[in-house]
């Protein structure tokens, strides 16, 4: 039997080596990599594909809330992704499983709690935290943002991240390594994918699904 292949994405050191020494512990044959950013751990995926399982923190560099749940699944969709963070409020929990997240563990578990997350995802089940409740009324518009958000390609949410960040069109094409007119197509499509008119509407939009507050760690 081939062993559990399992990739930390967290920017906390200390934090990484503690969940990789609980999980080598308490998962059976689990082979744990770390990353300490999304690029890092989008150079992993890309040189290695075969991953099982990612855990990923919500705030690092370059990532700010769910924007990095929604890349991975773009990108890399046939590996399911569980959140792991500070932030445990159950709106947020609700965004992370309508973006097709396959998991919600606050760090506040104790490891024999994050262990037993991390075997279920494995086994393929959903976990979330005790006292989750199922969405109601009041998430409906933020739940079809979601869905809307979720067409997006890889690339045009790598563009909608930038847009966050108050990049120019010919800034994302410079660290995109792309043209200019290549970028003004991503982001017509993901005005229209989106339903907005324009570059702040979208970048609202995100927002509206992305937010983790600055208590977040």
């Not at 950013?37 to 690092?60: K, N, V």
């Not at 046939?78 to 409020?89: L, R």
């Not at 800034?171 to 197509?185: D, G, M």
């Amino acid at each position: 039997m081939g062993a559990t292949r399992i990739l930390i994405v967290d920017d906390h050191p200390l934090f990484r080596e503690a969940l990789k020494q609980a999980i080598s512990g308490g998962v059976a044959n689990a082979a744990v990599a770390l990353a300490g950013s999304l690029d890092a751990a989008t150079a992993i995926l890309d040189r290695e594909d075969d991953f099982d399982l990612i855990l990923l923190d919500l705030r690092m560099p370059g990532v700010q809330g769910l924007s990095g749940l929604i890349y991975l699944r773009a990108q890399y969709p046939n590996v399911p992704v569980v959140i792991i963070t500070a932030a445990d409020d159950q709106g947020l929990v609700r965004k992370a499983l309508n973006l097709n997240a396959a998991g919600f563990i606050p760090k506040t578990s104790g490891i024999e709690t994050i262990i037993a997350a991390v075997n279920a995802v494995l086994k393929g089940e959903i976990w979330v935290p005790d006292g989750y409740a199922e969405s109601s009324a009041a998430d409906r518009e933020a739940e079809e943002i979601a869905r809307r958000v979720a067409t997006l390609t890889a690339q045009q949410i790598r563009v909608l991240m930038m847009l966050k960040e108050g990049l120019l069109n010919k800034q994302i094409a410079y660290e995109l390594n792309v043209s200019e007119a290549t970028i003004k197509a991503h982001v017509s499509a993901i005005l229209q994918k989106l339903n907005v008119s324009s570059r702040t509407q979208a970048v609202i939009a995100a927002s509206r699904i992305d937010g983790v507050q600055a208590a977040e760690q």
